[in-house]
């Protein structure tokens, strides 16, 4: 797909850039082929730096989070793709009730920290995939909360790779996201509720087995494929066109949730993409709506 060398721009950073590596063990469904430049920083001073680079050198790149809304092509992917997942990017830590996490922090463990220091308010994205930067940047939640209530400030790095604070009333949260303007997020500060740990973990149970007994079994790679239009439920419409079970290559409607797509060994993002066209008709055909992705393609 792309060239085996380091480009010439970057090689002050070799030690912590891959060439080709592979991506799809970084996503939930386990498919695709490789990054053209795979970059991990060790370090907000090497992310700092590396940034710092791609700016001046006109380089754009893309973050990649835990690969859980994620649909790598076949071919790979061109271009920088930057990884925020070592220790400095997902550090948690508490203070009163307060929790700090990095943006490359899991939402499981950020939950866990937070049910063990005794802190309440997250609980509704128990069983979500994904990192607190890829949650809030989606405004992650459900009817009844969102995790853009709880968010104090962030840090981020702004345009010129400076790291700034950003409070609460500088961003804003929708259901649809959160609009942030800095390019790279590297934690969020929020304030939470005191409660028993026994308690916490009471609803989150409840909300555990509410969340998975309509997901995929957790021994299958799958992905969520399409938004809930507004006031309906993409899974309700699919199911109603037939399509359970329906299967393309390696991938095939998920009997559990029909808004998923599993992928068995040997899938192809082309199987993917096929099964999702194949869908996308079906819900046209039988209600003249236009489902819009929440998986992003690369």
Not at 139 to 161: H, K, M, P
Request: glycine share 8%; hydrophobic share 45%.
């Amino acid at each position: 797909m792309a060239s085996t060398n380091l480009p010439a721009e970057l090689t002050d950073f070799a030690d912590f850039i891959q060439i080709g590596a592979p991506l799809a063990t970084y996503t939930q469904l386990r498919i695709g082929g490789p990054a053209e430049c795979l970059v991990q920083p060790r370090s907000l001073a090497e992310l700092i730096a590396f940034v710092k680079r791609c700016f001046a050198k006109h380089l754009r790149f893309r973050i990649l989070g835990s690969g859980g809304n994620l649909l790598v092509q076949d071919e790979g992917v061109k271009g920088i793709i930057l990884r925020l997942a070592v220790p400095a990017f997902t550090q948690i830590t508490t203070d009163g009730a307060r929790l700090k996490a990095g943006s490359g922090a899991t939402l499981s463990s950020v939950i866990a920290h937070a049910t063990h220091a005794g802190l309440a308010g997250l609980e509704t994205l128990v069983g979500l995939p994904g990192t607190i930067g890829g949650a809030l940047l989606l405004n992650a939640g459900d009817r009844t909360s969102d995790i853009g209530q709880y968010v104090r400030r962030v840090e981020v790095l702004d345009s010129q790779a400076s790291v700034q604070v950003r409070e609460h009333q500088d961003m804003r949260f929708s259901s649809t996201g959160t609009i942030l303007d800095d390019p790279i997020l590297l934690s969020a500060e929020f304030e939470l509720e005191r409660e028993r740990a026994d308690a916490i973990v009471k609803r989150l149970r409840k909300s555990w087995i509410q969340h998975k007994a309509m997901q995929p079994f957790s021994y299958q790679s799958s992905a969520r494929i399409f938004k809930n239009p507004p006031g309906l439920n993409a899974a309700v419409l699919i199911e109603q066109t037939g399509v359970i079970g329906t299967k393309v290559g390696g991938a095939f409607v998920s009997e559990r949730n029909p808004n998923c797509i599993v992928a068995e060994p040997g899938t192809t993002a082309r199987d993917v993409l096929r099964l999702i066209d194949l869908i996308r008709t079906r819900v046209q055909d039988r209600f003249h709506l236009e489902l819009e992705l929440a998986i992003t393609v690369w």
